[in-house]
């Protein structure tokens, strides 16, 4: 088997669930159950945020031109149907199904053409980035899949790899403890200790390091906040990143 991790990162205006998040930074939505044939998709979301912000995705769910998950820039003609399951003061259940024009695309239909049938998906959509992990049977081609889904999404999204391994785990979902860094997180981090980032007070604010790094300030605060995830995971549970000694008296 075979795990993909990789991001898109949504410019202004591409993607209404991505425009939302951005406003409602501390919202989150992950793929609950997500599945998709060559005409269809369906799939329960998981989100996660302020009652305003859950007002706001459900919002974009329900009232968007076209499905979010289509990587078309305009209504493309396809059928959707968005309905909520489950709705608390932090928490909103919704469920989704889409029935696709030829004229449609999305990460599911275009990984089932490159990478076969029986791809599993599990996605975590935060701010302007839309983390997915694939698993597949490895039969498939990888490179022709990054290649039309680079052509997919256009002007409209940057991607970023974060993981390509073998594996014969089960799905443990997008953020498990056991993902090493990736490239980008991991220069990300060591220039945030070198510059003073975690220092109290902080010697750089997050503006400033991005800046320094060339990257955008979103994009910065993800590589950074998912750097941190992943280290403290490893610390509670004890892998990879050992607790210090005790000190010595």
């Not at 945020?49 to 979010?68: H, Q």
């Not at 002007?155 to 974060?162: K, N, V």
């Not at 990257?215 to 605060?221: A, E, G, I, Y």
């Amino acid at each position: 088997m075979r795990e993909l991790v990789f991001a898109l990162e949504y410019e202004p205006g591409c993607n209404r669930v991505a425009d939302t998040l951005a406003e409602h930074p501390d919202a989150r939505v992950r793929s609950l159950s997500l599945h998709a044939t060559a005409e269809q998709l369906w799939r329960v979301d998981h989100a996660t945020g302020t009652p305003d912000a859950l007002d706001a995705i459900e919002d974009a769910f329900l009232t968007s031109d076209y499905y979010a998950d289509c990587l078309a820039t305009e209504d493309c003609g396809a059928t959707q149907t968005t309905r909520v399951l489950d709705r608390t003061d932090d928490t909103l259940v919704l469920y989704s199904d889409w029935e696709r024009t030829p004229s449609c695309a999305s990460v599911p239909h275009i990984a089932r053409d490159h990478l076969g049938e029986g791809v599993l998906f599990e996605t975590r959509h935060e701010g302007r980035h839309y983390t997915w992990r694939l698993i597949h049977s490895g039969e498939g081609d990888v490179a022709a899949f990054f290649d039309a889904l680079e052509a997919a999404v256009g002007e409209c999204a940057r991607m970023e790899m974060l993981r390509t391994a073998d594996t014969t785990e089960s799905m443990g979902g997008v953020d498990e403890t056991d993902s090493d860094l990736s490239p980008e997180q991991e220069a990300a981090l060591r220039a945030a200790v070198e510059h003073g980032y975690y220092e109290s007070p902080r010697e750089v604010d997050v503006g400033e390091l991005a800046a320094h790094l060339d990257v955008p300030r979103s994009t910065l605060t993800y590589r950074l906040r998912r750097a941190e995830e992943h280290l403290a995971k490893h610390h509670v549970t004890g892998e990879r990143v050992p607790e210090k000694p005790p000190a010595t008296r």
